[in-house]
């Protein structure tokens, strides 16, 4: 079988493509979310690069009274990350918890 050309190749994270973990997600613990996870990590790519690069693209996509929260949150989830052993178990609590803070404001905005 013969190899695919270079430039076909390339790097999940490659500038010209957006970030995969960033595409919409469902419920956190379904295996989708874990699935995109565990395959960033076994492509090779530092979990706290992931994470760094998956807050970046949440924040811009939320409302600014979420941003303070979230980036909170996200800085706890950054040093478990760095303390802990299993890094896909704390990315995915942080989308938990981030996707709970959403839900909490877009709940307060409705009433």
Excluded: N
């Amino acid at each position: 079988m013969p190899r695919p050309a270079r430039a076909e190749r390339r790097h999940p994270l490659h500038p010209s493509r957006p970030f995969p973990g960033a595409a919409p997600l469902s419920a956190p613990g379904s295996p989708q979310v874990r699935g995109r996870l565990y395959e960033l990590i076994s492509s090779c790519i530092p979990p706290d690069l992931i994470f760094q690069q998956l807050t970046i693209a949440l924040l811009k996509r939320c409302p600014k009274p979420v941003q303070h929260e979230a980036l909170h949150h996200a800085a706890i989830y950054e040093h478990r990350l760095q303390a802990g052993q299993k890094a896909v178990f704390h990315l995915e609590a942080f989308l938990a918890r981030f996707m709970s803070v959403y839900k909490k404001h877009m709940v307060m905005s409705q009433r």
